[in-house]
């Protein structure tokens, strides 16, 4: 699961200009290249994660239906991907990297020579992946927010809104030749503890 190209702002004669930019650890296109990010690529980018979401979504939901006999859940999402067409993605080299502090959701490994981190999705054994929250309404009209767990979609959909929405840049990079799902952002700001201090709050109404 490769992702899309890229877009430099003009070309010499004030078009737009499409380059490649590659990640130097998976060998495919790439939107993120270090701490810095361009916020005029916002949309277009965007409109990536959603493309890759799709696929992820439609990999997950095939998978699902069954497995091989002796095939693993994490097994027969890869291979669900690849009879898909789809190539996941190798991650191995995260071996090479700083390993940061894992959150509720995902494996953090630091990249401090790129000025990135990936980050490793991996459901539990009941599916969950970390924790959504549910606002609902009660009887005296007052709102009540009560957090939940989430499934790995949940997850995903939720990075993706949030770097459409302004947030903290985030690229869905695919599924992985282990059957998880990888993503990739600037680095945060660390805390003193080596895990990840966001670099600034995106407040949703």
Known sequence: MAT??????????GHPKRIERTDPHTGRATFILGAAYDEGRRAD????????????????????KGRSVGESGRESI????RNLGY??????????????????????????AGGVVYKIFTPSPSGDVGW????????????????????LQ?????????????????????ITETGDVLAKQP????TEAGTEKPARRLLLP
């Open 78 to 81: 890869v291979r669900v991907a």
């Open 45 to 64: 980018d965007s409109r990536t994660n959603e493309r890759l979401l799709g696929q992820i979504t439609r990999v997950l939901a095939d998978a699902a």
């Open 187 to 190: 680095l945060a700001e660390e």
């Open 87 to 112: 190539s996941p993605v190798d991650p191995s080299f995260l071996g090479n990297l700083k390993r940061l502090k894992s959150g509720s959701e995902a494996d953090v490994y630091y990249d401090e």
């Open 4 to 13: 899309g190209k890229s877009f430099d702002a003009s070309d010499s004669a």
């Open 154 to 174: 949940d997850t995903l959909q939720k990075l993706a809104l949030l770097h459409e929405a302004g947030g903290l840049p985030t690229e869905i990079l695919g």
């Open 132 to 151: 959504r929250l549910r606002a609902y309404r009660e009887s005296d009209g007052s709102w009540r927010v009560d957090r939940e767990p989430a499934i």
